[in-house]
Every structure is written in C-alpha cells, then in structure tokens.
C-alpha cells in the first residue's frame, strides 16, 4: 500500500522560511507527478505546487516564493517556502497522481500544518 508522509511543517514569523518534505512508502513504480496542496481553515483544498518530469506549476499567490522539487528515483517531494505570510497559513498535503497503465491513481499525505503568525 502506497503512503505518503510529510514533514517540515511548524510555526514561523512572517518573512521567514521553511521547507516542507514529502517521502513515499509502498510504491514500486516511479509516480508521474507530483504535487503539493494546502487547505486553510474553512477554505477549499487549493492547489499550490505541482511537478511533472522538469516542468513546474505555481499558483499565483506563491509564484517567486515557493519551489517545488523532486527526487524521482526516491518519489520525493519538496517545498521550499521563502518569504511566508500570514495567508500561507493552511495544512500542506502531499499529492502523487499518474497512470500506472490506464489505471489512475491518485494519493495523498496526512498533512503538515505550516503556521506564519507574528
């Protein structure tokens, strides 16, 4: 059974820095993507990050800040979050999605709470 585990999460100051890890159990083939959402209190899961092979995709809100990366062998994630604010306060999950065949699969963490507060 495929599982997901993040870490990283805690609480900062505005304008500093944290680096969320996301590591993979159970899986036997390399995931296609990647990604990283988040979801604030009474507020939709949004999609924050994602990765495919070298091409990578930001929301707005987090274009210039963030960075996500990857260790495709290990099907590792990582974000790097640079310069948080207060409205990055959410519960990041972890996300590894693709085909395995024409199957789809679609996997998600726990989460990690990232708290920006003064």
């Known amino acids: 059974q495929v599982q997901l585990a993040e870490s990283g999460g805690g609480l900062v100051r505005p304008g500093e820095s944290l680096r969320l890890k996301c590591v993979s159990s159970?899986?036997?083939?390399?995931?296609?993507?990647m990604a990283w959402y988040r979801q604030a209190p009474g507020k939709e899961r949004e999609l924050v990050a994602s990765?495919?092979?070298?091409?990578?995709n930001y929301v707005d809100s987090v274009k210039g800040r963030f960075i996500i990366s990857r260790d495709s062998v290990r099907n590792t994630v990582y974000l790097q979050m640079n310069s948080l604010k207060p409205e990055d306060t959410a519960v990041y999950y972890c996300?590894?999605?693709?085909?395995?065949?024409?199957?789809?699969?679609?996997?998600w963490g726990q989460g990690t709470q990232v708290t920006v507060s003064s």
């Open positions: 159970g899986s036997r083939f390399r995931f296609d993507g």
């Open positions: 996300n590894a999605n693709g085909h395995l065949g024409a199957r789809p699969y679609d996997y």
């Open positions: 990765i495919i092979g070298p091409a990578t």
